[in-house]
């Protein structure tokens, strides 16, 4: 193989840098409108009375949509639902009446010859609400929270395992600590937005900020009652998505609202602070329980987790289910509850659930090391598990000890002093901490289409979305390889709802899911060459079957004599054909026998300015098994983001709201921290071997997630062993080290 596994460069990097690249608000067509929204001020109550004239009255101002003027939608709320929407619920509805239930909601939408007069006419119009009593303060709220019912969630936590609360009361050595994770917002470059192109006969072409394009169409074809010829949804290129854009977002929904009232070409584009009234990892209380024998060996585990959700949808996540399947445990007891708040819908952010529970329980895990006087890598090997404890089912495979191994040795663990604030550099308080990481490998059903001209160029098409993460280039890389070509001669086309059939692009599970269906495409394309190819009277591979061939350098090669071959071009030719085209998928498997996971192992140090307290995080090692790495640029360069994330997470990011409103007030980059250059320092990032025979043909699994489990918490455990201050509840900011 001359590109799997290898580092290959970026297939859109260039397109990337020059700008060739279009995002959705980039499309043009010569009679656009621009559209600008109208936030609600109000979290909760009605409007009363909207009066759009004096926004009316400004030149270029085209027209001005409310829930009282605008094209009929249907009242029927499972309209609205999506692929990635949660279970029961009822989605949001934008423009549908004047009921308010969030702070930031779209009321209107003004429409106009340019961007900067709709937003400013927007700002003209005038609005009077009828305002009630809002609760938006998860800590407030936290005891009227409801369990996860079976009913409705298909994401229960793990069943109970023994009897926890009295393994727990009886446990030589145990902690119990409540960790808090508060809301934190997606934040790619890119800001949510839609060109919606009018073609004159009702049809349309969209182009939006989606990780799924056919997951849109459906959406739109649902809301608007629309044929699924006569929406195209594009999106061929994206500044990044994190799970911001799993959901059709109500920029597309007010974009095509508009341009179907207008019959013109339409663009809508959020501002970051509306990006902030939409999408974002819900706050969430996480109280962790570890009961264990004096030799380190749990005896009980509990984790409840409590997070918020909307009035309207109840999103969860499996915050808890990693407690119970990553370490050897017979006393295991979970559970999940959610309040609802007067918010927006959580919703899907890098490891949903993983970032949050695993945060908590690898805290939690430290903590107990320290109360046991243990190392903390040690900790873990005492409790590893080689079986998923909630299912009590195998892994495909896990190679987390080694990541323990191999992370530890390249941090220098070894050279650890266990006492905490007994490790200084230059007047620093240094701290070394580790954790855990774990996320799921799952593929999804993605088609794929390739093909292949007698000149031995090839095109590969699938609706996919690449969010930036690579997905170009291991579509070209494992074709390349599969067909024996250079990678120079394949071309991939993504992103757009005419193309083969894909899931959205999220759960790490796209990389993987392609490559295996290229592998089926590429063997039937293979097994159609060879049929070529033995057309005819003198055929040199007459007597080869299917499995005795391999393409290699543009050719049909016998694998017993590789002397013996046909060129893709004489293979076309004996058949008479120009081109050859096939498309197959790949085959998920639904089987229950085993779990599928990715792991880690994360190693930190932070340096602490005891006086003024600033934390520097000046070194981060992750050791990753996921499978067999695909590109190890693009893998290494996923990990590197993710860790960059979790550093976030640790030190920075959190959606802070006015309660008094139930406004988010730090709705925009200068007061919402994300790391910064200045940052971030050395990440080392290590793949470890793991071979996997049994999870898909090639032994895939994705990592856009795994790389951000556990940062967070072994941040924060360094922080720990720097300062000797335990803080639970994140970001850990400087105020919280001096308290
Ligand atoms: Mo990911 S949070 O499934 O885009």
Redesign the pocket.
């Given at each position: 193989m001359a590109y799997i596994g290898n580092s290959v460069s970026r297939a859109d990097g260039r397109a990337k840098v020059t700008g060739a690249a279009k995002y959705s608000a980039e499309f043009n067509d010569p009679n656009l409108a621009y559209a600008s929204v109208l936030s609600s001020t109000i979290a909760k109550g009605r409007i009363l009375r909207i009066d759009a004239s004096a926004a009316l009255r400004v030149k270029g101002v085209i027209d001005v949509l409310t829930h009282q003027h605008r094209p009929p939608m249907p009242d029927n709320d499972q309209a609205y639902h999506d692929d990635v929407a949660p279970e029961g619920g009822s989605p949001f509805r934008p423009l549908y009446d004047g009921n308010i239930v969030f702070n930031g909601q779209p009321i209107a939408v003004v429409i106009a010859d340019s961007s900067e007069v709709a937003r400013g006419a927007a700002s003209l119009v005038r609005v009077e609400f009828a305002p009630e009593a809002h609760a938006t303060d998860l800590e407030r709220e936290q005891d009227k929270a409801f369990p996860l019912s079976n009913d409705t969630f298909a994401l229960m936590p793990s069943k109970p395992r023994g009897d926890a609360t009295k393994a727990f009361a009886l446990a030589a050595v145990r902690h119990d600590a409540e960790y808090f994770i508060p809301v934190e917002h997606h934040n790619p470059m890119e800001l949510y937005g839609t060109t919606v192109i009018w073609h004159g006969d009702g049809k349309l072409t969209v182009y939006d900020k989606t990780?799924g394009v056919q997951n849109v169409q459906r959406y739109l074809c649902s809301v608007f009652g629309m044929k699924p010829d006569d929406v195209r949804v594009m999106g061929p290129y994206m500044g990044g998505?994190?799970?911001s854009g799993?959901r059709p977002q109500y920029n597309v929904a007010l974009a095509v609202l508009a341009a179907r009232a207008l019959q013109r070409s339409v663009r809508l584009v959020l501002t970051r602070p509306q990006m902030y009234s939409l999408s974002y990892r819900p706050g969430t209380f996480a109280r962790v329980a570890l009961g264990a024998k004096a030799d380190g060996t749990l005896d009980a585990i509990s984790h409840e987790a409590v997070a918020m959700t909307s009035q309207f949808e109840a999103f969860a996540r499996k915050d808890t289910i990693w407690a119970g399947a990553l370490y050897k445990c017979a006393n295991t007891t979970f559970s999940h509850k959610l309040a609802r708040l007067d918010v927006s819908t959580p919703g899907?952010?890098?490891?949903?659930g993983a970032a949050s529970g695993v945060y908590a329980l690898e805290c939690a895990m430290d903590e107990l090391a320290v109360a046991l006087k243990l190392d903390p890598v040690e900790l873990r090997n005492r409790n590893y598990s080689d079986r998923d404890q909630n299912a009590d089912i195998p892994f495909t495979s896990k190679a987390l000890r080694e990541c323990y191994r191999r992370g530890a040795a390249a941090f220098g663990w070894e050279r650890r002093n266990p006492e905490p604030r007994s490790m200084r550099d230059d007047g620093d308080l240094v701290g070394w901490g580790m954790a855990t990481g774990i996320w799921e490998a799952i593929d999804n059903l993605f088609t794929v289409r390739v093909a292949l001209t007698a000149n031995g160029h090839v095109e590969v098409t699938c609706a996919a979305s690449d969010l930036g993460t690579g997905t170009y280039t291991v579509m070209a890389q494992v074709t390349a390889d599969l067909l024996g070509l250079p990678i120079e001669n394949i071309n991939v086309r993504l992103g757009d709802s005419t193309l083969p059939q894909a899931q959205v692009?999220?759960?790490s599970w796209t990389a993987s899911s392609v490559a295996n269906a290229l592998d089926n495409t590429c063997a039937e394309l293979r097994a159609e060459l060879l049929r070529l190819a033995q057309t005819g009277p003198g055929s040199p591979l007459a007597n080869s079957g299917p499995q005795d061939v391999v393409l290699a350098g543009g050719s049909i090669v016998s694998k017993r004599d590789p002397t013996i071959s046909v060129s893709v071009a004489d293979a076309m030719r004996r058949g008479n054909v120009e081109r050859i085209e096939r498309q197959a998928s790949n085959a998920p498997s639904q089987d229950e026998k085993y779990a599928r996971n990715t792991h880690s192992a994360i190693f930190a140090e932070v340096k602490v300015d005891e006086q003024l307290g600033v934390i520097r995080v000046t070194r981060v090692v992750s050791a990753v098994a996921a499978g067999r790495i695909l590109n190890t640029k693009t893998a290494r360069s996923q990990i590197l983001g993710s860790v960059v994330m979790g550093i976030g997470m640790a030190l920075h990011e959190q959606t802070l709201t006015d309660h008094r409103f139930g406004r988010i007030v730090n709705a925009n980059f200068a007061e919402y921290h994300v790391p910064v250059n200045a940052d971030i320092h050395d990440i080392e990032v290590i793949f470890v071997d793991e071979p996997d025979t049994i999870i898909n043909p090639l032994g895939t699994k994705g990592v856009?997630?795994i790389g951000i489990v556990g940062v967070a918490a072994a941040v924060a455990n360094a922080v720990y062993h720097a300062t000797g201050k335990r803080v639970r509840d994140l970001p850990i900011t400087l105020d919280k080290l001096q308290s």
């Open positions: 990780q998505g994190f799970g799993l899907d952010m890098r490891a949903p692009a999220g759960g856009g997630e």
